[in-house]
T-cell receptor
Framework: SQQGEEDPQALSIQEGENATMNCSYK?????LQWYRQNSGRGLVHLIL?????REKHSGRLRVTLDTSKKSSSLLITASRAADTASYFC??????????????FGQGTTLQVKP | DAGVTQSPTHLIKTRGQHVTLRCSPI?????VSWYQQVLGQGPQFIFQ???????GRGNFPDRFSARQFPNYSSELNVNALLLGDSALYLC????????????????FGSGTRLTVV
């Protein structure tokens, strides 16, 4: 079963605008990760935020984590056409032991129009 | 340095057949995980292997099995294929079983697109 719920399911913006995607999850986590997927191919790791962190930046990406609300958001600033992809959050649950199991949300499909 | 490589890239099989998918992790990575991604959904965890031992198994039937070889490459086997097994199968590698948990994510391959007809 999938833990993450992502919102919105689809997002269409103009190049240069900011894109915000949200992820909610159900259980306690060690960390939360965001991945990008182009055209149903492999996933690319974007950023990881630990459970004791509240905000993290990487280039044009900003991730926030609110463990009290069990939610995270991914902000892409000054979007480009090349950012067009599906974005997934994935959680590493407390209690997953040594399995290394990630639980993915259903993803947000982002379209950036030139 | 080569990334995670998966073969084949595409595969068409008939119901009831068996399939073997292969994955070579990044050089030096000892952990391989397998995920199934059905169209329109997020990936679902199938297995993780570390140092040739199974470390985790997702909620998949016994028709799914895997193994890891001494060179850390891995195979995913699916028997008695069903139409519902049609999906993108993703392999991910990491240096450790828990990829420096809290520091790094996984590196994924481009996947094998399996179609069962």
């Amino acid at each position: 079963s999938q833990q993450g719920e992502e919102d919105p399911q689809a997002l269409s913006i103009q190049e240069g605008e900011n894109a915000t995607m949200n992820c909610s999850y159900k259980t306690s986590i060690n960390n939360l990760q965001w991945y990008r997927q182009n055209s149903g191919r492999g996933l690319v790791h974007l950023i990881l935020i630990r459970s004791n962190e509240r905000e993290k930046h990487s280039g044009r990406l900003r991730v926030t984590l609110d463990t009290s609300k069990k939610s995270s958001s991914l902000l892409i600033t000054a979007s480009r056409a090349a950012d067009t992809a599906s974005y997934f959050c994935a959680t590493d649950e407390v209690g997953s032991g040594n399995t290394g199991k990630l639980i993915f949300g259903q993803g947000t499909t982002l379209q950036v129009k030139p | 340095d080569a990334g995670v490589t998966q073969s084949p890239t595409h595969l068409i099989k008939t119901r009831g057949q068996h399939v073997t998918l292969r994955c070579s992790p990044i050089s030096g990575h000892k952990s391989v995980s397998w995920y199934q991604q059905v169209l329109g959904q997020g990936p679902q965890f199938i297995f993780q292997y570390y140092e040739k031992e199974e470390r985790g198994r997702g909620n998949f039937p016994d028709r799914f099995s895997a193994r890891q070889f001494p060179n850390y490459s891995s195979e995913l086997n699916v028997n008695a294929l069903l139409l519902g097994d049609s999906a993108l199968y993703l392999c991910a590698s990491s240096l450790k079983s828990l990829p420096d948990r809290d520091l790094y994510g996984y590196t994924f391959g481009s996947g094998t697109r399996l179609t069962v007809v």
